[in-house]
């Protein structure tokens, strides 16, 4: 059943190749969508597709380093605790139910971690997140791994969407950059009418240090 979600994948050629991801500056891309959620993906076609390990996993990719192993890993799963609450209570939502104690919860999956940063009132797809950064060990047998991670979390529409992308501890600031461009290609299909959520910011004259939704400035956070 998860495999058959790749089938929906789509080729997409863009042209803004440079600017959007300077480490794979010269690759034409993908663009993904979950069949079942909505949700799309856009990622250079250098990038391949790995069978997903765990039953919330909707897609895993991976990308050709020198020994980096750059990772992003995409889980949605149905969440219908706060359904009874309205659009406008998003923010409140998002700080009960993805914050801090969420992320530890999340982390503890792993074996030794470092929650490093926290952020409340983030943007994912089209709407309100918690993003993290951390660090953590992997054990498999005599295998041993110790990555360092970018973290996001969105409850929207009764369903929790997580994007995770790690690499390697050395070479994860050489890749930190294409991790933010495809986390920002990331959106949700519709289903709530637009509203204000969060206080406005001149976000051009720093956009760089920031994550924005697909529709617009609102619900950023600074890190």
Same mark, same amino acid.
């Given at each position: 059943?998860?495999?058959?979600?790749?089938?929906?994948?789509?080729?997409?050629?863009?042209?803004?190749?440079?600017?959007?991801?300077?480490?794979?500056?010269?690759?034409?891309?993908?663009?993904?969508?979950?069949?079942?959620?909505?949700?799309?993906?856009?990622?250079?076609?250098?990038?391949?597709?790995?069978?997903?390990?765990?039953?919330?996993?909707?897609?895993?990719?991976?990308?050709?380093?020198?020994?980096?192993?750059?990772?992003?890993?995409?889980?949605?799963?149905?969440?219908?605790?706060?359904?009874?609450?309205?659009?406008?209570?998003?923010?409140?939502?998002?700080?009960?139910?993805?914050?801090?104690?969420?992320?530890?919860?999340?982390?503890? !999956?792993?074996?030794? @971690? $470092?929650?490093?940063?926290?952020?409340?009132?983030? %943007?994912?797809? *089209? =709407?309100?997140?918690?993003?993290?950064?951390?660090?953590?060990?992997?054990?498999?047998?005599?295998?041993?791994?110790?990555?360092?991670?970018?973290?996001?979390?969105?409850?929207? !529409?009764?369903?929790? @969407? $997580?994007?995770?992308?790690?690499?390697?501890?050395? %070479?994860?600031? *050489? =890749?930190?950059?294409?991790?933010?461009?495809?986390?920002?290609?990331?959106?949700?299909?519709?289903?709530?009418?637009?509203?204000?959520?969060?206080?406005?910011?001149?976000?051009?004259?720093?956009?760089?240090?920031?994550?924005?939704?697909?529709?617009?400035?609102? %619900?950023?956070?600074?890190?």
């Amino acid at each position: 059943m998860k495999a058959s979600r790749y089938t929906d994948s789509m080729r997409l050629f863009l042209f803004l190749a440079l600017f959007l991801f300077p480490v794979s500056a010269q690759a034409d891309y993908f663009l993904w969508q979950d069949r079942e959620s909505g949700l799309t993906m856009t990622f250079p076609d250098t990038w391949e597709t790995q069978g997903n390990r765990h039953p919330d996993d909707v897609l895993r990719i991976s990308a050709p380093s020198n020994g980096e192993d750059p990772i992003c890993n995409v889980k949605i799963s149905d969440d219908k605790r706060y359904s009874i609450y309205p659009p406008e209570y998003g923010k409140a939502i998002q700080k009960e139910a993805v914050s801090i104690p969420f992320w530890k919860s999340y982390m503890g !999956n792993y074996d030794e @971690y $470092i929650l490093d940063r926290v952020y409340d009132g983030g %943007g994912l797809g *089209r =709407w309100i997140a918690s993003y993290a950064l951390g660090s953590y060990s992997l054990r498999d047998g005599t295998a041993f791994q110790q990555r360092r991670a970018i973290m996001f979390a969105s409850l929207y !529409n009764n369903k929790l @969407y $997580i994007v995770e992308c790690s690499t390697l501890n050395h %070479g994860y600031e *050489r =890749w930190d950059n294409d991790f933010r461009s495809i986390i920002k290609s990331i959106d949700f299909k519709k289903a709530y009418h637009n509203f204000s959520i969060g206080e406005y910011h001149d976000f051009l004259s720093d956009s760089d240090l920031y994550f924005w939704s697909q529709t617009g400035g609102e %619900g950023t956070a600074k890190y």
